[in-house]
């Protein structure tokens, strides 16, 4: 069993920055694929990021390219997502969570059926 805290969120204006950060405890996620997704008012829950067991591979939706890195450190068992050019669509209550697979790719990194594990969530909201 995996439990996953996130922190970090927080009220920020358009064009700020966040650094999301993931605790796991538990057991370790070394070996796994993480995700960020998020939910917004009255929206389905979306991904954001995903980042392979190791580091080296990341993942991200189109709309969030250039603007948000996700990151891992594995002798912490943590995951972090940077968050710059935040916009006010960007306001939502922001999870992370465990793969099933050290790996994930194209659309197996954004199904939310493939993560085992979920925090959460820590709110985000950007005013204009």
């Known amino acids: 069993q995996v439990q996953l805290v996130e922190s970090g969120g927080g009220l920020v204006q358009a064009g700020g920055s966040l650094r999301l950060s993931c605790a796991a405890s538990g057991r370790s996620i070394s070996t796994y694929a993480m995700g960020w997704f998020r939910q917004g008012p009255g929206k389905e829950r979306e991904f954001v990021a995903a980042i392979d067991w190791s580091g080296g591979s990341t993942y991200y939706a189109d709309s969030m390219k250039g603007r948000f890195i996700i990151s891992r450190d594995n002798a912490k068992n943590t995951v972090y997502l940077q968050m710059d050019s935040l916009k006010p669509e960007d306001t939502a209550l922001h999870y992370c969570?465990?793969?099933?697979?050290?790996?994930?790719?194209?659309?197996?990194?954004?199904?939310?059926?493939?993560?085992?594990?979920w925090g959460q969530g820590t709110q985000v909201t950007v005013s204009s």
């Open positions: 969570a465990v793969h099933i697979e050290r790996y994930c790719s194209g659309s197996r990194c954004g199904a939310t059926g493939a993560y085992r594990y």
